[in-house]
């Protein structure tokens, strides 16, 4: 793609430039509360960890540990009280930045109005490090080309993130062979490590923002032997992967392989239900609607999320283009894998194992990729 | 603004061409009518029912775009039933352009399969404003019936006023048809071109430009110089709903005016 890419920049001009520890999360959910976020963190809700919004750090999943494969997601007991002591949720964070469905305009009689955007204060926390990643993906999509979407922009500027370095990977994760993880390195306004025995966060300041909400909280200078815990951390979580992929040439060699046999193969196991790219935190893909008011005066036009499993996607003049199962599966994984770099100089997957979790029949990509490679 | 967002443009005249096909010029409610390329095309809004990627066909000053559109679904059905002084949304021009200049000193082929003659329209306006400067100029037309034929009277005046050999070719011929029956590839034996110093315009259905652009560069003309306008599903026309993807263009952006030598590796992909 031409044209600038002008991502969102992160700097740190605030007083706070050394990493410090907290004991409690409390006074961090309260300061970005009063600094007038509201704060959307892990929960538990029907048998997953959800984001919802908390008022306090009580609601975080404490002592909750997940336990995810192919196809299978279940929430554990952990032995230990980590309150982050599990890997990537059903939910990413790209609702927030790319919410299922927008309202673009409104057009009655001659004049076109534009909807003015939400772009609501809200403080994530726990966001992954693979999670940054889609967002950095996300913003070459709709900030890094010749129409930069100036909703998606407030949307994403608006949004005050609290990545969490992950300690305990999932079965499905495989962020280290993306390069994306597990340890959050940019794209964040703080970073929290949670160490264990005694139990501490250590925070990290991302931004000038981020570092007015450390000073706003109680918290101690970080030692040498806490940034040394966090360290290992990080260090043992990267050595704990669920999965691997050798993706080393992979934008030759999987357009490439258009005539694989394993593409019969995995059709014959995709339902193209599309929840692989309902979860991916990367896909981006929408369509449109319209709507006219019961007076038939005010038409309605609206963004939504769609996906490339669908049979109406690819139609031209009456017929889709990529009619079989064979042909929507391969376009997905060649996309994510191969030909995202061509369009948006990156790669579409960025590891969270997200899609390997949440295929009810268990389609795992890096089996399909090293099947194919 | 936003990149979806459209600006009102009112249809200025309307123009039925046959009997599923009308002909627009849109002028801007209020503000400018962006210059274009040939091959450039714009997405028209519906009020209510949808929008689609239209090509431009033409210039009309001052300041309006000429479309010419087919009833095939609900929005080109919609927008071929405006009448004079309705508003429509538009936004663009975009993708990208066929190079004209770039076939200076050189024989031209234009081919065009049925609707693909619109856009390729703004080609010929090109080509023969500036006549002098192009060898012998080919224009190979293939229609579904006689009564189809978009621009019977523009193809009379270009091939009279504009030194044009013009061939019409049909699938499906009327008792009055006098004329070749057949596939557009047919008519390539019955214009006269030096292939090593050509170039081609390419616009129709996926199969006629395979077969069209395959026959060329089997004759001679260089594959960079065979270039073809691309149709996949488009939703945003600005590289944001994925869905015209052909492999990795995304047409909206790379396309729709692509050169064989880029196109004929995925165009050979079934399903891409
Ligand atoms: C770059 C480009 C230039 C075009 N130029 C012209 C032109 O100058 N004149 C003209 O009449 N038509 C042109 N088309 C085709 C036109 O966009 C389709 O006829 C139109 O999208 C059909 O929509 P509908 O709602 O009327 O039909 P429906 O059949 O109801 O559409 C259903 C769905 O299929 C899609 N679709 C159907 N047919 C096509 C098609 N042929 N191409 C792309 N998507 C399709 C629609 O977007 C929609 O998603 C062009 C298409 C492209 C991509
Ligand atoms: S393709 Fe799968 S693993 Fe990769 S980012 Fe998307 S959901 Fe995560
Ligand atoms: S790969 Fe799995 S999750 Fe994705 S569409 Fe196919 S069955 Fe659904
Ligand atoms: S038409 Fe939407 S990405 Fe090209």
Redo the contacts between chains.
Sequence with gaps: MEGDISPIVWSVRGTVEMDVVVWSLEPLVAALRSAGYSVVGPTVKDGAVRLAEISSAAELPAGTGDAQEPGHYRLTERDDDLVFGFAASPDSAKRFTQPPRQTLFRMRDREIEEVEPEAPRVALLGVRACDLAAMAVQDRVFLGGRHPDPAYRRRREALFLVAVNCAVPGGTCFCVSMGTGPKATAGFDLALTELAAPHRFLIETGSERGAEIVTAIPHQAATGDDVAAAEEVSRTAAGRMGRTVDTAGVQEWLPAAHDHPRWDDVASRCLACTNCTMVCPTCFCSTVEDVTDLSGEVAERSERWDSCFTLDFSEVGGAPVRGSQRGRYRQWLTHKFATWFDQFGTSGCVGCGRCITWCPTGIDVTEELSCIR | ????????Y?VRSRRPDRADTVTLTLEP?GGPCPPFLPGQFTMI?A?????IPVSISGRARPGAYVHTIRA??AVSRALCRTRRGD?V?VRGPYGTAWDVSAAAGLDVVVAAGGLGLAPLRTVIGELIAHRSRYGRIGLIVGTRTPLTLLYPRELARWRDAHDIDVQVIVDHPDQAWKGPVGLVTRLLDRIVFEPRRSAAFVCG?DVMMRAVAADLVRRGVPAGRVVLSL???M??G??????C?L????LC?DGPVVSYERAAGLLA????
């Design positions: 603004m936003h990149p979806m967002t459209p600006a009102p009112r409610l809004y009020r209510g029912v949808g929008e095939v679904g508003v949304g259905p149709e996949r599903n939703k945003c600005v590289g944001r709903c994925g869905h993807q492999g990795p263009l995304l952006l992909v079934k399903e891409l």
